[in-house]
Structure formats: structure tokens, C-alpha cells
């Protein structure tokens, strides 16, 4: 089970990047001012602060279903927490499956436990967004960002489900 600490924050800080006020890409302090398309990046913005290491995936859960009812998607979670969010299709359109994984590799500290840390990102100059402090970058982080702004789109946008 979660901590109550993190559900708590996991969920103020979806409501606040839902209305910019956090993980905004285009603050000044963002790394990824500039950069289109803004949801994603503001999701992905939101996401590096969310502890999600493998097995501490509580936080990104919950970040991802509050998205979901704040769009009035359905979401199912199996008993090993797989978690399906559906999407109503536009008119006939085929369906589509968007699909990515909600924990990280997470670096490991001297100690060598893994570090639930938020991951800096800094874009550099070349274009490259690079991931302080992990092993894998942000470890599909940008679908998880990706998989979302395409879940806001509006109803009436020609997305399949």
C-alpha cells in the first residue's frame, strides 16, 4: 500500500500541473520552456518529480487515474497493478492501443539503495533532454507524458480510442 503522504502529493500535484500550475514547461524555471507539444511536456514536467522507482509506483498510479477522472475516462487496475485507461473513440475509428510503463530504473546511492529522488532533466543545447540521476534517463517517462495529453485531447479531436 501507498503511504498516505504520497497520495496526497501525487494527487495535489496532478490537480496542480492540470491547471499549469505546476510542471509547467513554460515557466521560467522549466527545462523544457519552449517545446511543443506543451501537455507533454507538462506531464513529463510533473512526472520527474514523482517517485516511481520499480516496485514504488504508487505516486505515477495515482498521477496517472487522477488524470483520468479529471477527463471522465474509465481506468482498470488488475491485481498485480497493471493499469488500463480507456479513451471513447472518435466516431468509427480502429482501435488504437497507446502503451508504456509507469516505473524507472532508478539510480542507486553509495548505500546502494535506489534513490526515489525527483529526476532533474536539463535540456542541452543540441536538443538532447538529459536525466540527471538514473540509469535510464527518465525511463519512458515522455510516453507516459505522451499517452496523457493524447487522453485531454477534446472529445470531438479524430483520435482513435
Known amino acids: 500500500a501507498m503511504p498516505p ?3 496526497v502529493r501525487a494527487a495535489a ?3 496542480l500541473a492540470l491547471h499549469g500550475v505546476v510542471g509547467d514547461p513554460l515557466s521560467k524555471k522549466a527545462p523544457f520552456k519552449g517545446l ?7 506531464h513529463f514536467n510533473a512526472l520527474c ?3 516511481r522507482c520499480s516496485g514504488q509506483e504508487g505516486a505515477v498510479v495515482e498521477y496517472v487515474r487522477s488524470v483520468a477522472e479529471s477527463q471522465g475516462a474509465e481506468w482498470i487496475m488488475d491485481s498485480v497493478g497493471n493499469l488500463v485507461v480507456l479513451r471513447p473513440a472518435s466516431d468509427s475509428a480502429d482501435t488504437v492501443t497507446v ?10 546511492g553509495s548505500d546502494g539503495a ?3 529522488e525527483p529526476v532533474q532533466v536539463t535540456l542541452r543545447e543540441d536538443g538532447w533532454a ?13 510516453g507516459i507524458a505522451v499517452a496523457l495529453a493524447l487522453l485531454e485531447e ?3 479531436a479524430p483520435l482513435p480510442p
Open 5 to 7: 503522504f504520497t497520495a
Open 13 to 15: 500535484l496532478a490537480l
Open 36 to 42: 511543443d507539444p506543451v501537455a507533454v511536456w507538462r
Open 49 to 51: 518529480q514523482l517517485p
Open 99 to 108: 502503451h508504456t510503463h509507469l516505473d524507472m530504473a532508478c539510480a542507486r
Open 114 to 116: 535506489e534513490s526515489a
Open 130 to 142: 538529459v536525466a540527471e540521476k538514473s540509469r535510464m534517463g527518465a525511463d519512458s517517462g515522455v
Open 154 to 156: 477534446p472529445a470531438d
